[in-house]
């Protein structure tokens, strides 16, 4: 059976969509051993994680049903959401790595305003207190501070890997997307070729 074949084909979107499992349960594990160590405490942030791979999942058992089944209304719904994730991902892949040291900046500072529970994670984790300056009316769980020493701002930190964090998100989104993409094709090939189990006569 060659490559452009349908069991090769219904093999090949099969793997995708075990592959697109493996992560949605990796994203999910993620999220509650973060919550487990305390690394943590942001219910906003571990909220978003775990919608994001349980709609990645819920994805991904569509696109499995569908291909072992040959279903076409499925495989058509999978392709379309598909095609979406693909047009989001892509946008925020490149956005993340066409983004400037002013523009993380300015990213990071909207992101310290918004949420208060991450504030306190990244000050305890990485020993700092206040974005640029600190309020001493604000509270600042480093540990820094409980000692009495003076407590270096967050930013500067928070900057040293913030563009490497951007680089290695958009990098990972970009591969994705593109997997995303042959998805995409594969399920297009895949709903326009026939079973030969379901008329085998037809291939004589």
Known sequence: M???????????????????????LLLIGIAAWGIG???ISSLRVVGVVIA??????LIALVGLIGAIKHHQVLLFFYMIILLLVFIVQLSVSCACLALNKEQQGQLLEVGWNNTA?????IQRNLNCCGFRSFNP????????????HSCSPCAPIIGKYAGEVLRFVGGIG????????????LTYRYRNQKDPRANPSAFL
């Open 37 to 39: 160590f305390g690394l």
């Open 52 to 57: 994001v791979g349980i709609f990645l999942f």
């Open 117 to 121: 529970s991450a504030r306190n994670d």
């Open 174 to 185: 970009l591969f994705f997307s593109f997997t995303e993409i042959l998805g995409v094709w």
């Open 137 to 148: 009316n604000d509270t600042c769980l480093a540990s820094c501070m409980k000692s009495g």
């Open 2 to 24: 060659v490559c452009g074949g349908f069991a090769c084909s219904k093999n090949c979107l099969c793997a995708l969509n075990l592959l697109y499992t493996l992560v949605s």
